[in-house]
């Protein structure tokens, strides 16, 4: 049937629907571009020329899914045509409300009917329209290439529980094809409720994660109880924290400096990530500097999102606020913090475009947030520092033995390939996607 404009099917599958072209050793050679920055022995690459987009010409070949060697081509008879990465991180997306904007609207585009719209649709919303959201994204996700995903999940309504029931279906049938992590988002003061322990028990066996909002104003005192509870939960039950914090533009930095509060009372043993952390960008330089050194300390990584944050922030009644509120990415790398970028909302309430496709995310990230694929530090937030925060078992970096996990780009040139929206496929397994994304 039809609802609201979009099909809801009450048995969605779309993992059955795609498959790998087998071959029997899962085996394949190719000679490709690839950055200098993603091969991680440089003895296997020595004496290869670099171009001035960071992009060398190398031969990769696997074999039972594992790489077995990689050589440069010192003196190549003619420029490899493609480009090859790894399959993709994705840190922070929410697939359960994904494709809802028809549903639930947010034309004004502020933060505050974003919320009001969320809350309305996650009420009414459906064991379908779930299913719908949820199967659609990781379809999409996996043919555009990514390989890993972490989805914040709304789970403080009376469905809580029956949707992570189905969530967990979800994730079983979609698990040889991509990793998938969930971070239980509610209201902080959520945890320190029965139904809040109940909650953190499940997701703490399923190796997820504790979430919650820390977004100004706020009452100090209770938040800081409440943020407290949290930790001491998370480490007793050891499961990390995903936290959105100061997604705002206003009070800069007040929830970081309350988390960095709490953490200087209770010694933490879990790993907390600062997604969004917006504000801190509106703050001195001196003080961008300070806090960052404290996080570093703390270990606290870090999801920048430049999409949702560039829509929804820094609206000012018809007038462009010409300093917009983004983390502090180069920044924080300086003072040793992981940071990873995210593609965040998916056609909803948050925000209205997007299509969980990487190389849309890179492109888009480049004007807004300065990040250069050509540079390591403008590359690793998509790559290997995502799969660090994610805990994935390989980093993105190509060597032997890695898995035989890429993109194939058809492009010899970063411009091009985040101008031209180039023709891809996708390895998995050291076999190749049957389906290719649509231009």
């Known amino acids: 049937m039809k609802k609201f404009g979009i099909e809801i099917y009450s048995k969605v599958n779309f993992a059955k629907n795609v498959d790998l072209i087998s071959s029997p050793t899962k085996s394949g050679c190719i000679n490709v571009l690839v950055p200098r920055c993603l091969i991680g022995n440089g003895k296997d690459v020595l004496g290869t020329s670099i171009d001035q987009e960071g992009l060398s010409p190398i ?157 100004p104003p706020f009452n100090k005192k209770k938040t800081y109880k409440s943020l407290l509870h949290l930790v001491q939960l998370a480490n007793r039950l050891k499961c990390d924290i995903d936290l959105h914090i100061d997604e705002s533009q206003s009070c800069p930095a007040a929830g970081l400096k309350l988390l960095l509060e709490v953490l200087d009372q209770e010694n933490n043993e879990i790993s907390i990530t600062c997604s969004h952390l917006s504000s801190m960008g509106l703050l001195s330089e001196k003080t961008i500097s300070h806090l960052a050194r404290k996080m570093a300390k703390n270990k606290l990584k870090v999801v920048a999102l430049p999409l949702t944050n560039s829509w929804l922030l820094g609206r000012e009644n018809r ?9 502090p990415i180069f920044q924080l790398q300086k003072a040793g913090v992981v940071v990873s970028v995210g593609g965040d909302n998916v056609n909803d309430a948050w925000f209205p475009l997007s299509n969980f496709d990487p190389i849309n995310l890179m492109a888009f990230s480049m004007p807004i947030a300065h990040l250069s694929p050509w540079n390591r530090l403008g590359l690793s937030p998509f790559t290997s520092s995502a799969a660090y925060l994610l805990g994935l078992q390989w980093d993105g970096l190509f060597q032997k033995g890695s898995p035989a996990d890429f993109i194939l780009l058809d492009s010899n040139s970063w411009v091009k390939a985040l101008s031209e929206r180039p023709t891809r496929k996708v390895v998995v397994n050291g076999e190749f996607l049957n389906e290719f994304p649509k231009n």
């Open 319 to 327: 007038s462009t606020l010409i300093k917009r509120p983004l983390a």
């Open 59 to 215: 031969q990769v070949e696997w074999s039972e899914g594992k790489i077995i060697s990689i050589k440069g081509l010192e003196k190549p008879s003619e420029v490899p045509t493609k480009i090859l990465l790894p399959r993709f991180v994705e840190p922070h997306a929410h697939i359960d409300k994904a494709f809802s904007w028809s549903r639930s609207p947010n034309f004004k585009g502020s933060y505050q009917d974003a919320l009001a719209a969320n809350l309305r649709e996650y009420q009414l919303r459906s064991k379908d329209e779930l299913l719908f959201s949820v199967e659609k994204s990781l379809h999409l996700a996996f043919v555009n290439g990514i390989g890993a995903i972490r989805s914040h999940i709304d789970s403080f309504g009376k469905t809580a529980m029956r949707d992570w029931d189905l969530l967990e279906n979800v994730r079983t049938k979609w698990r040889e094809k991509i990793f998938i992590q969930f971070v239980a988002l509610v209201p902080l003061d959520f945890w320190q409720s029965y139904e809040g322990e109940l909650l953190a028990q499940r997701v703490a066996v399923n190796g997820d994660l504790l979430g919650g909002v820390l977004v």
